[in-house]
């Protein structure tokens, strides 16, 4: 295990590096057209894919760019300081494909994984339903045996990727009443008879990341796509969150340091009472807070994403690191359209969506609260643990 | 297998603000970012896209600076060359020594094109790859835009930017041709590509090694930057601004 390091290696600057510069050149100049339209920026994130920031965290045998846990983090906080909703995109699809590369067997890796990312196709994590967000365990979708496989059920709320993908990773219930025990994972083809989506969700924020409700009506799913055995769905979709929970804390990190950097810049430039209004205390200390808020989100989440890395359980640590980034993140851009008075509130300035996109944080994977609710929870076992 | 070789320089990031060492005659160094110079990725870019075109072709890099230098190169090799030199040195390097070092790097191999940048940003002295031409008796073709090598290696079609048009001309191979602004467009490294970069060769070469004798013969007296723009002023009608630019500015 590596010791305690705050230096990146000549390969992860250049991995940062690469990244940067395509948010810089690539996706922040596309962004603000993308975020007015809502459509989807297919040629954008097909060259994203191209240059392997999609599937990072995808062992290379099978495509992807096989990068750890810490490096994937390194470029998301880079990718979503260029567009937190083209990289809440472009990250959907680790997370459709990691349960298979976790729980899948060699067959399903090639067919399911290899397969879709040399063909440069997407795919969606369906874990949420419109009854049941937060509460994943119950969840409702049914799954029934019948012969050769089994026949699919149900709906999917807020499907990330919903309308474009080829793919669908499904978590569904044998019987509802076992809770997490009933709980399996399915891999569905978008053509299969009875799937379909619903229209892209007119959001608030990301607006440039597709959304849909994803419907399945009497799907046939043979056994042969069923991942890991029966019942074991719940486990495959809290480690596959553990897994991503720290790269949904660095686009957090990536929305706040760009809306810092705008900050700062135009309180350079903003005279008021015949000064740059960067001379006034008051905005000095919006700025100091922010800048120091967001190194210590991004550290939180590199650690998460660190220990990962090492083999080590992080569900305590992922959770400070996610909560505490998506809260960051949601201050900070509020506080960059403060220091730009009302030119911020307009959308002729970058920060009102960054502040609009930042707010997404704090309720995908996991909401402000529900991280929260696990922090505590870790604490309390650790203490309980300690007491007997 | 045919071989290009791409001289390769490290530079201050043209976004960052320059500051110039109390001694007033070099910048400092001690925060600045270091980048591949443009125009030798331009260099790099056509090299790998020549080899993506299909020929047998092995693309290798070489680099004189410190030992830092290494993160310039592994950019290289992530954009897709296959190996790199890297010659290591501390000491002041002018376009004299540059060209005096590659063309002992060029002799050590059997290279049939190198592809270099015009100038590098730094200096700005576009002079290496026309001397490295002189020293090495080769035919040069400077400021290319476009650049096309016969298919078997004899030749090559470049197409040169000089004052108000463009060139097209031979050259017999082995050649020196230096890129302009509009050879290509390079690409980002990749992740695979960076993360491949990691393992292929990286050979250091000691500059004593090569008996070259480096003494600049060109010494920087002074540096000055460029002289402050002075704040703007707002008109008040479009009839004022007319004004300013007929008789202030004199421009219309
Ligand atoms: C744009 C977008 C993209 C998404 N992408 C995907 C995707 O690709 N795949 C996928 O499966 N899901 C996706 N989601 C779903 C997302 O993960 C859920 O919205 C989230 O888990 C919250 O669920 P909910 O919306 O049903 O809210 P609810 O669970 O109904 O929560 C409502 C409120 O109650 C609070 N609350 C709930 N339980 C508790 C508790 N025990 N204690 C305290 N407070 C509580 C919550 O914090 C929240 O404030 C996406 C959502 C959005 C908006």
Known sequence: MAEYSFALSEEQRLIQESARKFADNEIWPAAPAFDRSGDFPRDLILKAYELGFVNQLIPEALGGAGLSNLDTALVVEELASGCAGITTSCVANDLALIPIVIAGSDEQKKRFVKDIIAARKFASFCLSEPGAGSDVAGLSCKLEKVDGGYKLNGAKQWITNGGVADQYTVFCTMDKELRHKGICCVVVPADAEGVSHGPHEDKLGQRASNTTTVNFDNVFVPESSRIGKEGEGFVIAMETLDITRPLTGVIAVGIARRALECALSYACQRKQFGKAIAEFQGIQFILADAATEIDAARLLTLRAAWMRDNGINNSLQSSMAKRFAADTAMKVTTDAVQVYGGYGYTKDYPVEKLMRDAKLLQIYEGTSQIQRVVIARELVKAAAAKES | MAKILVPVKRVPDYEMKVKIAPEGNAIKTDSIKWIVNPFDEIAVEEAVRIKEAGSDVEVVVVSIGPEGTSEQLRTALAMGADRAIQVITDAEIDSDCA??????????????????????????????????????????????????????????????????????????????????????????????????????????????????????????????????????????????????????????
Do not use: C
């Open chain 2, 99 to 252: 060209h005096r070092i590659l063309a002992a790097i060029y002799q050590q191999d059997d290279y049939q094109l190198v592809i270099m940048g015009k100038q590098s940003i730094d200096s700005d002295a576009n002079q290496t790859g026309q001397l490295l031409a002189a020293k090495l008796g080769l035919p040069q073709a400077t400021f290319a835009s476009k650049l096309e090598v016969s298919g078997d290696w004899t030749s090559a079609k470049v197409t040169r930017e000089v004052d108000g048009g463009l060139e097209t001309i031979s050259v017999t191979l082995p050649a020196i041709v230096t890129t302009d602004l509009r050879l290509n467009e390079p690409r980002y490294p990749s992740l695979p590509g960076i993360v491949k970069a990691k393992k292929k060769p990286m050979d250091v070469v000691e500059l004593s090694s090569l008996g070259v004798e480096v003494s600049p013969k060109v010494r920087v007296l002074a540096m000055e930057p460029p002289a402050a723009r002075s704040a703007g002023i707002k008109v008040e009608s479009v009839a004022a601004l007319v004004d300013k630019l007929k008789n202030e500015a004199k421009v219309i």
